[in-house]
């Protein structure tokens, strides 16, 4: 089980960017595949991209293709989410999350280990 902590949302105008860190505890923390995961108000959580124990592998929801990254550390325990090109419907509460095994999961229900989620505003 790894615990997650999220920091580096906040507010920020359209069109700006945020990066996004998720601080995992564990010492098999290559061995997860991570992803980020967002809910704004009124809507139910929904996936944002997810990335592989290597790195090598990552996904992205459409809404998000072409402006956000994710990506990892595996030496600093740490994975990532580059926001650019930020819109106000990008607006959330965002969750990194965890899970083993080789698969690639797009459902939240498919990842066992969450942070406490950083709210990002977009203002337009």
């Known amino acids: 089980q790894l615990q997650l902590v999220e920091s580096g949302g906040g507010l920020v105008q359209a069109g700006g960017s945020l990066r996004l860190s998720c601080a995992a505890s564990g010492r098999t923390f290559s061995m997860y595949n991570m992803a980020w995961f967002r809910q704004a108000p009124g809507k139910e959580r929904a996936f944002v991209a997810r990335?592989?124990?290597?790195?090598?592998?990552?996904s992205y929801a459409e809404p998000v293709k072409g402006r956000f990254t994710i990506s990892r550390d595996n030496a600093k325990n740490m994975a990532y989410l580059q926001m650019n090109s930020l819109k106000p419907e990008d607006t959330a509460v965002y969750y990194c999350?965890?899970?083993?095994?080789?698969?690639?999961?797009?459902?939240?229900?498919?990842?066992?280990?969450w942070g406490q989620g950083t709210q990002v505003t977009v203002s337009s």
């Open positions: 990335i592989g124990g290597s790195g090598g592998s990552t």
């Open positions: 999350a965890a899970t083993l095994g080789g698969g690639v999961y797009y459902s939240g229900g498919s990842y066992d280990d």
